[in-house]
């Protein structure tokens, strides 16, 4: 086991890891920019060093820097969380020559199923359905008029090498497509340096599904069932559950043979997600893409299945097999996770960063964690994502998951800040998303009009 890591990450995965490596017996470093210094990452570390000004790309973007730290501090293996370097293949590969363990898959994997257009190739040749589209990057606004032609509108444009809702755009006619694929194009260009895109069919209704996987250097691949994150808003997901109402257990079984089937085709070790996109009307579910890293969405698969996701992948990087069977896995309650944004839902969801004056955090009764790295007088700085916290409840069913995450909401305290807590309280209260009648369209379709409305 390693003696040492690095949490190449900030906020409250960086904790969540801090917290995992402390019960594994394992001392952290922690790296901050200059915004950062007095972040509670920085103080639950073992240390804790500056790594550059308070911009990402100056910081926690910054690979020579980071690596600087880890050879700096002695850490033997670096945890990238999710976000800033966890996707990138090029830091994996710089770790690997600095004899560090990349706790992720190797760059060769991530290169395979990081890129949209190879991972489509990859689960073709596997076997896994995918959803109709280009075979290939297109580069041109002629190539995507062809290939929407022949597949049939509505179509979604996405970056090849994105992520995060970037450079993704539903088009829904001809004459709607040279326009939106290069303000698509250009989005791309600007976050990902590479402006190729590729084209998919649109299903809808569609239900946004994710599977779990687990993969150790033994070769054991493992699921962990599904979560459900079909409530989105423009693409970034706002609240996520598991198991998913929309799945029987015949479904589920074969949703999760087929991510399994997708990991085993690249070899894949470490943590990793397999996202399918579930057509409701005809049954049928498509491959989209493959995260290989952690995801914020984690801990409502680490409520239902009992599996300390985090620790599994620092175990599984110092060569350790899994530490369950695939026979070892149950679904058991209902478990419900709902993101916590210093953001402002009536102007837009507008970042509210600034200073906390009074913080109280739910607690009290069995299933219900708060991941967050923040606290009373923390100032929130404008740099970075704005996620403060995670909350998540676990019930025996769904409705008693429901009803635990509103009484959560209904508690929790943020002052000194606009969060979108009581959009959360309401949106977890609405008697179709209680009664799991949505689909990856109801909250900018359906909900947010009445919303803003009333």
């Known amino acids: 086991m390693f003696k040492k890591i690095l949490i190449a990450n900030r906020g409250e995965i960086a904790v969540r890891i801090i917290r995992a490596a402390r019960e594994l017996g394992i001392s952290t470093v922690a790296v901050y920019s200059e915004a950062d210094k007095e972040a509670l990452h920085t103080i639950l570390a073992d240390e804790a060093i500056c790594i550059g000004p308070a911009r990402s790309k100056e910081s926690y973007l910054n690979m020579n820097s980071v690596l600087s730290a880890a050879i700096v501090t002695g850490a033997q293996a ?45 689960m073709l040749k596997a076997g896994v359905p995918v959803i109709p589209g280009s075979d290939g990057e297109v580069y041109s606004v002629q190539e995507a008029l062809a290939i929407a032609d022949k597949i049939g509108y509505p179509v979604m444009l996405k970056a090849s090498a994105g992520g995060g809702g970037k450079g993704i755009r539903k088009v829904e006619s001809e004459a709607d497509l040279e326009a939106a694929f290069n303000a698509a194009s250009q989005e791309a260009l600007g976050a990902f340096g590479n402006g190729a895109m590729y084209l998919e069919k649109v299903i809808s209704p569609a239900r946004h599904i994710e599977v779990q996987i687990l993969g150790d250097s033994q070769g054991n691949i493992i699921h962990l069932g599904e979560r459900d994150c079909s409530l989105q808003r423009h693409n970034q997901k706002v609240l996520e559950e598991s198991p998913s109402i929309a799945i029987g257990a015949t ?47 984690h801990p409502v698969t680490e409520f239902v299945t009992g599996v300390d996701i985090v620790k599994e992948q620092i175990k599984i990087a110092a060569g350790h097999p899994l530490s ?131």
């Open 324 to 454: 369950v069977s695939q026979e070892e896995i149950t679904i058991t309650g209902h478990a419900i996770e709902c993101r916590i944004n210093a953001e402002n839902p009536a102007f837009n969801f507008a970042p509210s960063p600034g200073k906390i004056t009074e913080l109280y955090l739910p607690s009290g009764g069995v299933g219900l964690r708060v991941d967050s790295a923040v606290y009373g007088g923390y100032v929130i700085p404008p740099y970075y994502d704005s996620m403060i916290a995670k909350i998540i409840v676990h019930g025996n069913s769904r409705f008693d998951a429901l009803m635990k995450m509103q009484r959560a909401l209904f508690e929790l305290e943020i002052d000194g800040i606009v969060t979108n807590t009581d959009f959360q309280l309401d949106l977890i209260s609405d008697k179709r998303v209680i009664a799991g009648d949505y689909d990856t369209s109801f909250l900018v379709e359906t909900f947010l009009p009445n919303y803003n409305n009333n």
């Open 78 to 122: 670096i945890h990238p969380g999710f976000g800033f370097l966890s996707e990138n293949s090029k830091f994996a590969t710089m770790c690997e020559e600095m004899h560090i363990k990349f706790i992720g898959p190797s760059s060769e994997v991530m290169d395979k199923m990081g890129d949209k257009i190879n991972a489509r190739s990859e």
């Open 251 to 297: 479904l589920r079984q074969r949703m999760g043979e087929t991510a399994v089937c997708a990991a085993q085709a690249v070899a894949y070790e470490n943590a990793g997600t397999i996202e399918f996109l579930l057509d409701e009307s005809s049954g049928e579910f498509y491959f989209m893409e493959m995260n290989t890293r952690i995801q914020v969405e």
